[in-house]
Every structure is written in C-alpha cells, then in structure tokens.
C-alpha cells in the first residue's frame, strides 16, 4: 500500500550536486515522498539536490539515494521546510491526472463514487484544502514504521526527545525536558499522571530535590479538567513563618502593621484551578489545621477579617521528606497527610534512571552549546562513563549545572569528565551495610567534614546541604547512618 498519491505523467527537473554541474533529468511517480529517474545519477553521495519548477519560482528538495540499478535510480525526499512541502502538494494537485477515482492511488482497490476507499480507509477528497493536514496525521505511524528500520538506536532516542521537545513547545507541557524519560520507572510516572488528571482529588508528590516534582504538578494540570484556570504556586520553605499564613490566606486592611490595603492569599487566588504546595513538609504545625480546615470544607478566611469564603481548589502538594516519619515524630498532622495523599506519585531520583542520565545529558549539552553559539561538542567516552557511574545528589538540576559549567571549561570539541567536575568523584564508594545501602554516598563526603560543615552553617540543613553540593534528604540520610547527634 502507498502511502502518497503519484503522479502518472513524467515531471522535467533538474537535479544538483557538488560532484557534477546541473543535469536536467525526467522525474516519474513524484509524490511527497519521493520518485524515480530512468538514469543513474554520476555522484557517489547519497544525498543530492532536485529543483523542480513550479510558477515563478523553483522548488529545491533534497532527496536520498535509496535504491539504484539498471533500471534508474529511487529518491526519497528529504523535506525539512513546511513551506517546501506545501508547494509540492499543490504542485502535485496541479498536475494531477484525475479528479474522480476508478481506483484507489493508494491500494489500488476498485471504486464506486466513494469518498473513502472501503479497502484502506484513506479518503480520496484529494481537493480539500485540509486534506493533505489529515492524510499525514492518518498516515503518520506508517511513515514512522518505514523510517525506523534505517534508523540507529541512538538516533531514536533523539528523535523521540525532539518530538517530546515539540509537543512541550506547543504548550501540552512545561518546556523544561528533564521531564522526558525512557526508563521504566519514568514511564510508569507518565502512565499515572495519565489516569489521576481527570479526578478532581488531592495528589501528593514524593522525590528528592531536583527530580521534577513541580514539572508533574504541572503535567497533572494540563490534562486535567482545570487546565486555562489559575495554577499557583508557594514554596512552603522559602517563605518565612510570620508571612506564610498572610501569603496562603491573604488579609485585611489593617490587619497588622503595614497591612495598608486587601490582599488576595494565594488559595483564593487559585479558585477554580489549582494550588500547588510545594515543600509541605516543611509548613508550620500552626498553619497544618488551617489547610486541613481549607481542604475539608473549601472554607478559607482572610486575616483580620470576620467572614469566610467560600472557593473551588484543587490541591497538589509535593516534599522531598518521609512525611509518615514526619508524623510519627510529631511533624506532622496525621490528618492533613491522609487528607493530602488520597493519590501518591514517587519521583525516582536521576541515578536511579539508568540510561536516561545519558538522554538528558545529549539534550541539555546541545540545547546549551545552541543557546551559548558554541560550536559542535560531544562527550568523551570517560565523560559517558562518569555520567553513568555518578550518583547525581543534585538529580536533574545538578546534571544541568555541570554541563553549563563544562560548555565553559571545554577547550575542545570533547567535552570530558574534568569539564564535568565528575572525575575525581568517581573514586570508590563507602560500602555500607546492606540495611543503609541506598543511603551509600561517595567517600569525599566523610564523617569528620560532615560534621565540620554542619557546625559552620550552626546546624542549619539546608546551608550544610549547599554547601556540599547534595541534597537535605542525603545529608539527613547521612546523619542518620554516622549517628551524628544533632543540637536541638
């Protein structure tokens, strides 16, 4: 079966190439995809250039070599300009022999007036101005089936972070591609955000700090009945305690000192659509009873003021902490987590994504050699290697920083393990024991350091964590596994 309709009549062109002056040949069975020459072509490349007159100007298309014997020669086009191939279409219709259909141009069936062939389901309204659009989005899965035995594994796996790269583009998803995932945990992620979106109920996201947790909020929003309202988002650990409840709940004139006009709180502002909490885990014990309060009834009350609102929020919230541990120790209400996880979704962190650390690393290193006008780069074999090998405590927002930093450093058109700032972390693990395995971390980050940086910052988790380049959770992991005690 074709997938294009053919021209029957012969098509004068020229073809073009560096190893020969032009030469004007007759192109037979032009369709999108392709056509044939009743000559070989003098040129031992594959890929050579056609132009094709068409009104005042020319159409120049560059086309494959894909079979050649004493017959002639077989071209597959290679069109990258839409504008290209909507002048060939039209060219095409121009030319075409026929206007009513004995049979099919694509199966050959035999026809009977119909508008779409009863064989293969391809409608023959050839003259509609949207048919070409509709005929290549119905054909599309073939075409990709046919291509994808001339394709390296590699090259697919580009291909398919390009095409996720479109769809993010147009606005189906947050544009940031870190999101994108090959392994089989990421694509169960995927396969869950498919099935929650449409529910109207609260989804609570669990991962470590860099993992994407807000990208999956937003993913959630964009398939779910919501999507055009409001999507707000607080970071409940970067807003100080004294401010946090005006922020959520809004207040009053004269409420407080400097509370010198109305202000909306952030849930109000949300109605209809969706607040994102991010951080829950870190949200005072205070402001837990009035969330839940929110949660139950819809009910939220500005400060200083006597009357309730009533509004329609969906809630997402996400934390990179072991909320049940967190309501064991007192942390947290009991409640407000059950009222918080009626659906969970775990990020797995980025070591844990096996060869997608090598995918998103390809992407970010050509989307920011691009973005720098640096010329062509790849990465060493040692760099793959380290890729590979290194734990990544900083996961996809720790991976995009050092490939920024090695687009800096490269001084050749290899970017290696040294740019990187991975060489000299790929040096044994600590072996732990096997109940605290997941906790390994590598061994410049000792005992003795740890603790010394930990009474720098004054204890503080967040500054220690900076300050080592690794996440909270791993050093809390790390205190937990050298039974460091910790200052109240």
């Not at 694509?106 to 309204?125: A, G, I, K, M, Q």
């Not at 909320?323 to 059950?338: Q, S, W």
């Not at 996809?396 to 740019?419: F, G, H, M, Q, W």
């Not at 503080?460 to 080592?468: C, D, G």
Request: hydrophobic content about 40%; overall charge positive; proline content about 3%.
């Amino acid at each position: 079966m074709r997938l294009d309709i053919r021209l029957k009549k012969p098509v004068n062109a020229i073809i073009s190439s560096e190893e020969f002056e032009k030469k004007r040949v007759i192109l037979e069975g032009l369709s999108l995809s392709g056509c044939f020459l009743k000559n070989k072509i003098p040129s031992k490349k594959d890929i050579i250039e056609i132009l094709i007159p068409y009104k005042d100007t020319e159409l120049r298309i560059p086309a494959k070599k894909i079979r050649e014997d004493d017959k002639g020669t077989a071209l597959e086009f290679l069109i990258t300009e839409k504008e290209i191939f909507l002048k060939l279409w039209k060219f095409i219709c121009s030319n075409l022999y026929s206007t009513s259909w004995e049979t099919c141009p694509y199966c050959n069936s035999l026809l009977d007036n119909d508008v779409v062939c009863p064989n293969c389901h391809f409608s023959l309204e050839i003259f509609n101005s949207e048919y070409v659009f509709n005929h290549f989005k119905q054909t599309f899965l073939y075409r990709l089936k046919n291509l994808s035995n001339q394709i390296k594994i590699d090259d697919l796996i580009e291909f398919y972070i390009n095409f996720n790269k479109s769809l993010l583009s147009k606005g189906n998803y947050d544009e940031n591609v870190e999101f994108v995932g090959t392994c089989e945990k990421m694509l169960k992620i995927f396969s869950l955000i498919r099935k929650v979106a449409p529910l109207d109920i609260p989804v609570l996201i669990l991962g470590e700090s860099g993992t994407g947790k807000e990208l999956v909020a937003k993913a959630i929003y964009e398939k779910s009945s919501r999507k055009g309202r409001p999507f707000i988002v607080i970071n409940c650990a970067s807003i100080p305690e004294n401010l946090l409840e005006a922020e959520l709940f809004g207040y009053e004139k004269g409420a407080f000192t400097g509370a010198y006009n109305v202000k909306n709180g952030k849930v109000e502002l949300a109605n209809g659509g969706i607040l994102f909490l991010d951080e829950i885990g870190e949200l005072p014990l205070s402001l837990q009873a009035k969330i839940l309060r929110f949660l139950e009834d819809g009910i939220v009350e500005r400060i200083g003021s006597e009357k309730s609102k009533k509004v329609d929020v969906r809630v997402i919230a996400a934390t990179n902490r072991d909320l049940e541990n967190e309501v064991k120790n007192g942390n947290f209400r009991a409640d407000l987590y059950y009222r918080l996880s009626v659906f969970t979704i775990e990020l797995p962190s980025l070591k844990d994504r096996g060869n997608d650390k090598i995918v998103l690393a390809n992407y970010f290193l050509k989307r920011f050699a691009k973005e720098y006008n640096i010329n062509f780069k790849q990465f060493s074999e040692d760099a793959k290697k380290a890729i590979m090998e290194y734990d990544w405590p900083g996961n996809v927002r720790e991976l995009i920083n050092k490939i920024r930093r090695a687009l800096v450093l490269s001084e050749s058109t290899e970017v290696t393990s040294k740019d990187l700032g991975i060489d000299e972390l790929t040096e044994p693990m600590i072996n732990f024991s096997q109940e605290n395995k997941k906790y390994r971390r590598r061994s410049y980050i000792d005992k003795n350091k740890l603790i010394k940086t930990l009474e720098n910052y004054n204890f503080n988790i967040s500054k220690t964590a900076k300050a080592l380049n690794v996440s909270r959770p791993t050093i809390y992991n790390l205190i937990k596994y050298y039974e460091i005690n910790i200052p109240k």
